[in-house]
Every structure is written in structure tokens, then in C-alpha cells.
């Protein structure tokens, strides 16, 4: 589909050298073998210095980062503003990537311009259920419906039913952050109800808990958010993320490449 974020299969294990430095540039003087003189200045037989140069210095690709897909549905564009945040505390950890994708919009355009819904970034791309095979760790982003994911995720889910059969999902890590319009209005329903489409699949849920610290018992402002992940109050459609809610966006994002990174090192 030309999709900007990539599809190439992710490789499940940090090579040892990105754990170990030094793994990757020995100690040339201990493992060259010896380079015989030779008195013809023309000769074309590398000198020593040339040979610990090309073993000092390989020339090879560097180690594919790990991967994870921020994978969101965002009708007005608050889901959307965490998910970017989001991806700024993946990207801080050495070695992960974030990779910001939609899923599939369900309604017609004539529907979303009834609702007033902003079109979407172009830059974004959409993602196919078979793509999910290639990252090391999802967070799945969306608003909620009545205290459950909105449909068009869970038409997205829905459509798994190939990864399910062919088990390609399970035993990678996963989280979920959400949107909702009041304080009551299923910040954290939102979420659990959820966890039935990991369970299925046997991906692993990864909460953030209170790892936030200070900020998750803050009582002077609005805050979504809780123990199962990130989270934004809308209230009408004209409230956007606070700083608080974008910083815990950001901690979840950060948190989650910490834990896959973890896994892929095990």
C-alpha cells in the first residue's frame, strides 16, 4: 500500500552486539593473523593497519531497531494528538521506533461531514490486519462507545481472523489508550473491555499501572488516564489534551518500548 511507516518483517531478538558494544569490534590485535612483510612496494596485499581498519570498522548495515505500531482510530483528532506524543516516548529509547498508523474508517465522507469530523493526515497511513504480523509491540488507540472501543477498532479486530488462526500475534506485547467525552464516561471500561481482543490472540497486556508516579495522583486539574493506559476527556469535541494527559501519553510510550525491548533481549 506504499505505506510510508514500513513493512519489513521485524526481527525478534536485539543482536548481542547492541546489548554489548564491544561484541561488535574485537580487539583486532588478538584475532588477525599475522600479515607476512613483503618488500614489493606494488604488492597489493593488505598491510596490517588495513586489515585491523576493516575489522575495527565492518562494513555492515547497523541493527534494526524494534518496532512498535501505534495503531489508532481517531474521529476528531484527540486519540490522534496522544498517539503522536505517544510515539515521541518510544522514539526516546534507544533501539525502538514508534510507527504511527489508522485503521480503516467504516462511515461514508457525506456521514463524518454531517458530524463536523476534520479530515484526516494524509501522512498517516492506514494499516491491513495482516501488517500487525511485523512489530515487535502494538498500543491500539481509540475513542469510546457507550464504555467500549468505537467500531470502527473493532471492525479493525474483526478483520484479525487470519493473524488469530495462524497464532501471529501471540506473545507480543501490547497497550491501549482511549478518549472519552466526561470524567464517567469509560476512561478505564474502555480499556478492560478491550483486553478480550488480546486475550485471544495471546498478546501480552501491558498496563502502565502507577508507574507515572506524581502525575497519576494529581487532584488539581482534569486528567484522563488510568492504570490501563493513556487517556484524554473531551467533553464536547473542543477540549484538547492537557499537558498532563500528553505527558502520560508520552510516559506510556516510553514504558512500552522499555518493556519490549526487555522481551526481545530475554
Known sequence: MGKGGGCVPSKKKVPSSAANPDASHPNASQIAPPIPTDDNPNST??????????????????????????????????????????KKGVDGV????????????????????????????TEIPE????????????????PTRYGSMAAQMKA???????????????????????????QGGGQETTAWTAITQLAHHGMLFVPIGYTFGAGMFKMDSIRGGSPYGAGVFAGDGTRGP???????????????????????QA
Request: aromatic residues 10%; charged residues 20%; hydrophobic residues 40%.
Open 45 to 86: 596485499t593488505p598491510s596490517r593497519n588495513d586489515v585491523v581498519s576493516a575489522e575495527s570498522h565492518p562494513n555492515s548495515h547497523p541493527a534494526q531497531k524494534l518496532r512498535i505500531f501505534i495503531v489508532f482510530y481517531s474521529m476528531y483528532g484527540h486519540v490522534e494528538d496522544l498517539a503522536r506524543r505517544m
Open 127 to 142: 494499516i491491513s490486519a495482516a501488517e500487525l504480523a511485523a512489530a515487535d509491540g502494538v498500543l491500539f488507540g481509540f
Open 94 to 121: 534507544d533501539g525502538v521506533e514508534g510507527l504511527l498508523y489508522r485503521v480503516p474508517e467504516t462511515l461514508p465522507s457525506e456521514v463524518l461531514e454531517a458530524m463536523k469530523a476534520p479530515p484526516k493526515d
Open 242 to 264: 492537557s499537558e498532563t494527559e500528553l505527558a502520560l501519553a508520552e510516559h506510556q510510550g516510553k514504558y512500552m518500548a522499555a518493556v519490549v525491548k526487555k522481551l526481545a
Open 156 to 182: 479493525f479486530f474483526d478483520s484479525t481472523g487470519q493473524l488469530w488462526k495462524d497464532q501471529s500475534l501471540a506473545g507480543k506485547p501490547a497497550g491501549f489508550f482511549v478518549s472519552t467525552g466526561t
